[in-house]
């Protein structure tokens, strides 16, 4: 049955027939009223005695009174979760093509080819436990992903009269499910990169398609698809702060096959989460790249005004030669190329964002000002490798030394702020060198995130 062509609504009123011979055998009708006066018509039928036929009709009536009655009965849940998905979840203010997809993934390749056959009626906690069990037995994070599309479409089931109560509901996976607390933020320290491993990366980085793109990520921590979005306007130049209020991606609002060819996944749209709609400070070596990078755009932008391919000023930071985005295969591509000649294991981009924050916990950075700089409101950030604080600390503190010599200064009112704000031994010894001469150097991530935090305390 297709849900797109039944009305669903709750019935407003209802009349149950008398109990009367149906083909050789006893049964009853139902007729349920709608709002809109329109009736629907259901047979009990099929008792061998009349007895049991009554004993039905009451059951029947006490459902039609408690608004528990079934009106659709042979509704399966492939066709529920497909109607779910797209008229409720892709509908939904502020669900991101990312999290569509997730969902469906998980709806066609998991739960249907378990469920989908069944009816929702006939749906219970049995088959629900089942699936649970056979998810987490294989995989890790979907047993987490298919727990709340079962929960939230089966109560939705149950809000329009297709179930009698939700199955899903109190069920909880089977032991031996992976937990990841919510706001949590679980980094492997294994799966990022050290300091001189960074340095090395960026200087290998430097004439590559994706120079900016790794700069981004390893000391400003954003996101590929953050990096994809940012444009020259979002940069305010006179006190170097970038502003990060969209990404490039997958559009639920626009229909595909209505945009230009090679544009579906390079769709502008809004960051993440709220909190991911942030400003911060841009590393002053990030900041020089930038300015060299925006003469490269406007060369191009001059020389590249008539022929076949004119060039598009789309006004992106990290753009082709002819001002059009980045793909994110294309990304991949360049990236993996690029580890593979610094020699360097392999870790994923998004990992790159991992080891910016490796760094910063290393040097004690304030979590709320890490978590506010990533782009998350509440986060707790651990590691599955670090267990030690304190080492760790104290481990950060002997590597800042060799640090500061390669780092870029801010001006002076950014040290004043400094002077006034921080207390931490390594933070003073950064600020008495300030006055020696200090060679420009590859990285700034600590002494930005530094002034970062001094404006937290100082609130």
Known sequence: MDLNKIKLRAYVDYRVGNVIKIKGKFGFRVTVIFDDMEEKESQHSGFAKKEEAEKERNHVIAQLHDKKYVVYKNIKVEELLTYWLENIIRSKEGVSACTYNTYKNCIEKHIIPELGKLTLVKLNQGHISKLYKKLVEKYSSIPRIAKPILNTSLEFALSKNLITYNPAE????????????????????????????????????????????????????????????????????????????????????????????????????????????????????????????????????????????????????????????????????????????????????????????????????????????????????????????????????????????????????????????????????????????????ILQVICCMLFFYGKEKSR
């Not at 090679?262 to 930038?290: G, H, M």
């Not at 294991?345 to 890490?370: C, E, G, S, V």
């Open 170 to 441: 109190g069920l909880n996976l089977p032991k031996g499910a992976k937990k990841v607390p919510y706001h949590e933020i679980v980094i492997d320290e294994s799966k990022t990169y050290a300091l001189e491993q960074v340095k090395h990366l960026i200087k290998v980085a430097k004439d590559t398609r994706i120079y900016l793109y790794i700069l981004f990520a390893l000391l400003m921590g954003l996101r590929k698809s953050e990096i994809s979005g940012i444009k020259y306007t979002d940069i305010d130049y006179e006190n170097r702060t970038l502003k990060i209020e969209r990404q490039l991606g997958r559009s639920l609002e626009v229909d595909e096959n209505e945009i230009a060819p090679k544009t579906r996944t390079k769709q502008e749209i809004d960051v993440k989460t709220p909190a991911s709609n942030r400003v911060e400070k841009i590393p002053n070596f990030l900041f020089s790249e930038i300015l060299e990078e925006r003469k490269k755009y406007e060369k191009n932008r001059s020389r590249r005004q008539h022929g076949r391919w004119v060039f598009q000023d789309m006004d992106y930071i990290c753009c082709s030669s002819y001002g059009r985005p980045r793909s994110t295969t294309y990304i991949y591509t360049h990236y993996k190329k690029l580890i593979e000649e610094a020699g360097l294991p392999y870790i994923r981009f998004h990992d790159l964002r991992h080891t910016y924050t490796t760094l910063l916990m290393k040097n004690d950075i304030n979590q709320k000002a890490i978590a506010a700089s990533l782009g998350h409101s509440k986060s707790i950030i651990t590691f599955d490798v670090y267990t030690d604080k304190q080492a760790l600390i104290e481990g950060g503190v002997e590597e800042i030394d060799a640090f500061i010599d390669e780092v870029h200064p801010y001006d002076s009112e950014d040290i004043q702020i400094l002077k006034e704000n921080m207390e931490r031994k390594f933070c003073i010894d950064w600020l008495n060198l300030y006055g020696k001469s200090i060679e420009k150097g």
